[in-house]
């Protein structure tokens, strides 16, 4: 899921880039943004923060809202100054005649600001170039506008070179705006050592910064992620008698938000609860900052102290929220929190939606994981749900991606028409597929009942490797392991050949895939070649890896293999489990190994404490042993099983007594029965253990003393084994020269 979640990621972000007043509760610009095939999801965070910083920075400063009706009125002045400029000295009064327009000083500076509003930072330059050649002297306010201009599009070397212009001339000081305008370009282009320089200027020139200066440098500090420097920014605020506004906090969270200092934020934060000043812009950075560090159950607490609170909330909150859920595995959650979304008016987005549909997706995963009984009625209809969802994107006016697209057909993989309808509707709509899409494809084909479709998803992964797009190992491991569930073996070593005939790395999923297609297939004899291959590759064979192998070697009836493998795992350090042992086990089983069993049974006992077996490995050589009358070394294993606190079933009980019985060992038999007495067990509702119970009463068992631990003792004296004597280390070797 990791790959998916990170460009979910991206996806939010890109929205808050260009989708920020879709919502009609926003109230500022916001700075955000957002597999599987790899899990809990991974994020590189450069590419993170530069998304993030691709989006317009929230507006600090409090600005009256223009008048559209002023603004083209504006535009239609800027029209007619540039035709001044770039017409001839001589011809300019006439032209101002023809133009109807009189300017002032003044209002060629505001042009000029205007210009720089609208990135026209060209135009902006052409006009202050031509101050003089209109009659007028360039004064303070023209430079501090054109230094503003070039900032506003990021222009920071043009404002740097009009600075020393304005320096060189001598005949202009710099004032607090010349220093706000030139901070104002640094903040644009995350310059925050130029700001800080520039706040070291004005204290030789004895320029006293102003609020807005220092609002500027601190945005500067906080595009760049540089927090200590924001920090002591309102450390020196301090000094010249200011106190930071919520704009300036908010500023310096964002600065801790991009450093990954969440704690500084989060402190930085309490002032703002203290006061109440806690905005969309706030709850936004927190809740970034916190989903960069993987912190999503804290984004989660976030967004609910954001619903109690008085900010007017956007699309951004919720999307974070949603996807923070999803991170936490609260499936459910993420629809709760959409429906939350247009209760309150806010229109989900792209990347809200695509969020909504991985849900959805992941819900379906663990429906097919859980019991019937544990399906609730939230996940019986995912697919359709997302499907559903995907209608309603495109009735909003949304377009779905590629990603939206990938999300949907995960929901609904097990309906491999489904998923092939979407992909004809991608290619309808122009959207291109691209590797996952197509590998989640295959995977839905790959996973058709009796493989029927398997041969349909080779096809398409052929056709990949012809026209694209390029397959990733995680499309060829797809086509592996459906090769590998149907038993063809040959196939799936012929995609191995494929993956490395592409250029790919086999990983530790093809290998034990191919490991399972030997187990369906019966074919031990390819294990080892497999497990050498593996080795070869780099890649170390893990239990899971070990465990594929023994079962090939138990569904081959091949034991001597089986025990070999479990002596490499030995010779590895890797600890067999209780599965290994039981696999092992049930081969020698197979073959009428049934005193190998039982030493090996004793040996891993012996070895270890904290021994790797279960209740079902003993029931396992029990049983066995009694198929062959053997109740001495059956009573021995019962014995070890109540000192590692497992308990017999019924079945073991039942066939034990009976044995018992028929040997006369009535001791024993009592002990028993106070075993099942202690362990819950009612031996009167089973017919066999009630009828063996009232013979011996028969026998007069009042008398008899049964304690299981003497009775154990007087079997053993009877016992062929010496079982102190047995060697653990060297159990599994000599299993395996006895069965050569």
């Avoid at 370009?185 to 130029?194: D, I, L, N, R």
């Avoid at 003993?618 to 109540?642: Q, Y």
Wanted: aromatic letters at 8%.
């Amino acid at each position: 899921m990791r790959e998916l979640n990170y460009l979910l990621l991206l996806l939010l972000g890109a929205w808050v880039a260009s989708h920020t007043a879709r919502s009609p509760r926003s109230t500022h610009s916001l700075a955000l943004k957002s597999s599987s095939q790899p899990s809990p999801f991974a994020y590189n965070l450069d590419l993170v923060s530069d998304t993030i910083n691709e989006v317009n920075s929230p507006k600090y400063k409090n600005k009256a809202k223009r008048n559209s009706h002023n603004i083209e009125e504006k535009k239609k002045q800027l029209e007619k100054l540039l035709q001044l400029c770039r017409t001839q000295p001589t011809s300019i009064n006439k032209l101002k005649q023809t133009l109807d327009i009189q300017l002032s000083l003044t209002d060629i500076n505001q042009l000029i600001t205007v210009a720089g509003r609208l990135n026209k930072n060209d135009e902006a330059l052409e006009i202050f170039r031509s101050i003089p050649k209109l009659g007028f002297q360039t004064d303070l306010m023209s430079y501090n506008n054109i230094i503003w201009s070039a900032g506003n599009v990021g222009k920071v070397e043009l404002a740097k070179t009009l600075f020393s212009e304005l320096l060189d001339g001598k005949q202009l000081k710099p004032n607090v705006y010349t220093f706000g305008s030139l901070m104002h370009g640094c903040a644009k282009v995350k310059a925050y050592k130029q700001a800080l320089a520039y706040l070291d200027l004005m204290n030789e020139l004895h320029i006293t910064p102003n609020q807005i200066v220092f609002t500027s440098a601190m945005e500067a500090c906080a595009e760049a992620g540089q927090y200590k420097e924001a920090l002591n920014i309102m450390n020196q605020m301090s000094f010249y008698g200011m106190k930071p506004d919520t704009t300036m906090i908010n500023a310096a969270i964002k600065a801790c938000s991009l450093a990954g200092v969440m704690d500084e934020a989060d402190s930085l934060a309490e002032i703002l609860r203290e006061y109440g000043t806690m905005d969309v812009f706030t709850y936004h950075t927190l809740m970034m900052g916190n989903t960069k560090l993987g912190r999503h159950y804290r984004v989660l607490a976030l967004y609910d102290e954001a619903i109690a609170s008085s900010a007017l909330l956007d699309g951004g909150v919720y999307s974070l929220a949603m996807l923070a859920a999803l991170n936490c595995g609260l499936f459910s959650q993420v629809a709760l929190i959409a429906d939350k979304a247009r209760e309150s008016g806010v229109l989900l987005t792209e990347a809200a939606y695509t969020i909504l549909i991985q849900a959805y997706a992941e819900l379906e995963n663990s429906q097919s994981t859980s019991s019937n009984k544990e399906k609730d009625q939230s996940q019986i209809c995912s697919g359709e749900r997302a499907i559903t969802c995907l209608d309603r994107m495109i009735d909003e006016g949304l377009r779905p991606n590629v990603i939206t697209y990938a999300a949907v057909m995960s929901a609904c993989r097990k309906r491999s028409d489904i998923v092939i309808g979407l992909l004809d509707r991608m290619k309808k709509e122009n959207i291109v597929p691209n590797t996952v899409v197509m590998t989640t494809v295959i995977d839905s084909l790959a996973q058709s009942p009796d493989g029927k479709f398997t041969d349909a998803a080779y096809d398409m992964l052929l056709d990949m490797e012809r026209n694209g797009p390029e397959p990733n190992i995680y499309t060829y491991n797809t086509i592996t392991r459906a090769f590998a569930e149907a038993g063809r073996i040959e196939e799936a070593m012929a995609v191995l050949n494929s993956i490395k005939r592409r250029g790919l790395e086999p990983d530790r999923f093809t290998f034990t895939t191919l490991l399972i297609a030997c187990g369906r297939k019966s074919n031990s004899s390819r294990v080892a070649e497999i497990m050498a291959m593996m080795r070869s590759s780099g890649i170390v064979p893990d239990e899971i890896a070990y465990g594929a192998a023994i079962d090939a070697h138990r569904r081959a009836g091949d034991s001597l293999r089986a025990v070999e493998c479990l002596h490499d795992m030995y010779k590895n350090k890797i600890d067999p489990s209780a599965a290994h042992y039981n696999l092992v086990l049930r081969t020698l089983k197979s073959q009428g190994y049934v005193d190998k069993m039982f030493q090996m049974v004793i040996a891993i006992t012996s070895k270890d404490k904290d021994v790797k077996i279960n209740s079902n490995t003993f029931e396992l050589v029990i049983e066995a042993l009694l198929e062959e009358n053997k109740w001495k070394e059956s009573l021995l294993l019962v014995k070890t099983m109540d000192k590692l606190s497992f308990t017999p079933s019924i079945s073991v009980y039942t066939t034990l007594i009976e044995q018992l019985e028929k040997a006369r060992q009535y001791k024993v038999v009592f002990a028993l029965y106070r075993m099942m007495a202690r362990d819950g067990y009612s031996f009167y509702e089973n017919n066999i253990l009630n009828g063996v119970f009232k013979r011996l009463v028969n026998l007069a068992a009042v008398g008899i003393d049964a304690d299981l631990q003497r009775a154990v003792s007087e079997v053993s004296r009877m016992f062929p084994y010496a079982i102190d004597q047995i060697q653990p280390d060297k159990i599994i070797e000599e299993i395996i020269q006895e069965t050569k």
